[in-house]
């Protein structure tokens, strides 16, 4: 697999573990509610319909903006520092590599695990329609990125590296998609969705090995400049 490729794949997986991490996943059938308008138990009957599935499809857009700009501006920095590429690519690289060895839970970083977000009221429902679940989207990724900082972050010091308006914005797309296609799948399949999200809480800790093992493998590509950029 070419290093670009091991990159996207870990975006991809990145999204998947911020999906099913103890701050997001548990709050995922509020945040439905809040962008469709319908309790958990309408959610289960009409989880198939066109408007609901529209609904949390805005909502991703919301969030997979705010995510996309975050990489277009991590690589437009990098832009700005390629005079010091090689030792950019060095720092971040072990960044990269601690962030992927603390998602793994190979190593502990307590200020990591102290989270601040900002939360909408559970029965909160925008006036604004389709708009308002835009904006929905939007405030979930300004207000959760303290809480899927360590996973965000490596992605973002990956997309930094690159210097590249380009692969920041796909890196980040690949991550908005891996967290984004679970919100989808839940809105459709809603009561199925609630037993895959109890077994992701069962399994949570394979979850973050991989992811974390995935990128500490970008952290190390980029340590060695074999990163593919």
Known sequence: MAAEEVGLLASLVAG????????????????????????????????GQGK??????????????????????ASTLGQLLVRHRRLLNIMLGIAVVVMGLFIAGVVRIPVLNRVGRVTLP?????????????????????????????????ILAYAAASGSLSKGILLLSAY??????????????????????????????????????????????LIFDAAGF
Do not use: H
């Open 16 to 47: 998947i573990v911020s999906f099913v991490s103890p701050c997001v996943l548990p709050l995922v059938p509020a945040y439905l509610s809040m962008v469709t308008g319908l309790t958990s138990q309408e959610l289960s009957e009409k989880g």
């Open 52 to 73: 609901t599935l529209l609904e949390c499809g805005l909502f991703v857009l919301g969030f997979s903006i705010v995510f996309v700009l975050m990489g277009a501006t």
């Open 122 to 154: 559970r029965r909160f429902v925008s006036p604004l329609g389709p708009l308002g679940a835009v904006a929905i989207g939007a405030a979930f990724a300004l207000g959760w990125t303290p809480c899927v900082g360590p996973v965000l972050s490596s």
């Open 176 to 221: 908005s998609l891996g967290l984004g296609i679970p919100f989808l799948l839940t809105g459709l399949l809603y009561g199925r969705a609630l037993g895959a999200m109890d077994w992701f809480r069962k399994n949570q800790r394979e979850a973050n090995a991989a992811a974390g093992v995935l990128l500490a493998v970008m952290g190390i590509l």
